[in-house]
């Protein structure tokens, strides 16, 4: 209809409005041929980054094709969409992103919210929501890390202390020695994790999300069954006793120290030595070969080196060479810390909660600074990013412009010239 008008308005008489509309269509067929022409440029060069990689590195070239493909196929696409839909491809896309953000966020509150109704009004029932939460999330979380060459944070130790929670849970929920191994886990590395290592609960963030569940639930499960569960509830004030009647019930303190302490550091020990058998010794050419795939001693040193904190001095005091071996008695004084931390934990119903609000206030509080600080920083840092990859685009136009400008003038020095003639 627009187009009819123009025609009509054209053969009215009107060469300024001809004009305008012969420029814009002009213009959206440069946009057009420009953007299919990057499109070739793109396929053509991953075909040729495929054969140079299959050419030097023969089938170990595979993977990096794979990934290359990925980035050109994600590039391609937007190319695509954005010749589409026109200018108004980018603000399809940037509403697209903003309705997942939404969407997750309000998904996360959701399941957050009912929790808390799950864990006052049927406390026995968390165990095993949680056991569905590891069972579901934590193969969806391998395949997700698998693709962003990120599994072998699979190996750390929050995952060996979840999955021995899993496993009492479902086939030894009566055995006080194992509740109480798991209790020094729960509570003692994990549940200290979330506070140094600033975890941020951050409901529109899947990863993030599922990171603090993987260290909060587990030490809020062990409390509903020390402390809340109904089958024990009843017991706990019994008439004519002051005393908290508990589960399990443990006065010895020999025993105590022996299930709390020194049983969880040796089961810590055991997970220790295979996590440095299969990354340091099994996988080590693996990990040299390709530096993008992530352990948690490339992340953490990574970030500390950057921020060059008290973490980054402390591991260089043995010399950069023996930074690893540095992080690892780092680790190990940590975890006898924290473990020593559960047994007044353990005894008392008071510091047991009053740890569950630190551990939440903890979360949400990096949750919070998170994405106050973090998240405009980093919108910041994608748009300078943008600018300097626009930069060489912009100077091409620029230069073609320059040349087509050049073309005309030469043709209207060509015509005024025969006119004169």
């Not at 030894?172 to 509740?179: G, H, Q, S």
Request: glycine share 4%; charged share 20%.
């Amino acid at each position: 209809m627009a187009s009819e008008v123009e025609d009509e308005a054209a053969a009215a008489g009107s060469p300024l409005v001809a004009n305008g509309t012969a420029d814009v269509r002009r213009r959206r067929d440069q946009a057009k041929e420009m953007l299919s022409k990057q499109a070739v440029k793109i396929a053509t060069k991953a075909e040729e980054h495929e054969r140079f990689i299959f050419k030097s590195a023969g089938n170990s070239g595979e993977r990096c094709v794979m990934h290359l493909f990925d980035e050109y196929e994600r590039i391609l696409e937007m190319v695509l969409f954005i010749g589409a839909f026109g200018r108004n491809g980018i603000q399809i896309l940037w509403l697209h992103r903003l309705c997942a953000f939404i969407v997750t966020h309000l998904l996360g509150v959701l399941g957050f919210g009912g929790f808390c109704y799950l864990l006052g009004a049927r406390p026995q029932d968390v165990p095993y929501v949680y056991c569905l939460f590891y069972v579901i999330f934590v193969p969806l979380r391998w395949i997700y890390y698998r693709y962003k060459k990120w599994h072998y944070y699979l190996l750390d130790f929050c995952y060996y202390a979840n999955t021995f929670l899993v496993v009492m849970i479902l086939f030894y929920p009566k055995d006080e020695k194992l509740f109480m191994v798991c209790f020094s886990f729960a509570e003692g590395p994990l549940a200290w994790a979330l506070i140094v290592w600033r975890c941020s609960l951050v409901f529109s963030s899947f990863d993030k999300l599922v990171s603090v569940l993987i260290h909060l639930l587990p030490g809020i499960v062990l409390f509903t069954i020390r402390w809340w569960n109904p089958q024990t509830f009843a017991a706990m004030h019994p008439e004519g006793r002051a005393a908290r009647v508990t589960w399990p019930y443990v006065e010895d303190k020999s025993y105590l120290w022996t299930w709390l302490f020194f049983v969880p550091l040796a089961a810590y020990t055991l997970w220790q030595l295979m996590y440095f058998l299969i990354v340091n010794v099994l996988r080590r050419q693996r990990l040299l070969r390709d530096p993008e795939v992530m352990t948690s001693y490339r992340e953490l040193s990574k970030k500390a080196q950057k921020a060059n904190n008290i973490w980054w001095r402390l591991s260089g005091l043995l010399g950069d060479r023996n930074r690893q071996v540095m992080y690892i008695l780092l680790q190990a004084l940590f975890t006898v810390a924290t473990m020593a931390l559960t047994v007044p934990i353990f005894l008392s119903y008071r510091m047991h909660i009053v740890f569950q609000i630190l551990k939440v206030c903890a979360s949400t509080w990096n949750g919070g600074s998170f994405i106050l600080e973090v998240m405009p920083r980093q919108v910041v840092q994608k748009q300078q990013k943008k600018k300097l990859n626009m930069k060489p685009i912009k100077q091409v136009n620029s230069t073609q412009h320059v040349e087509s400008d050049d073309t005309s003038g030469n043709h209207h020095e060509h015509t005024t010239e025969e006119q004169n003639q």
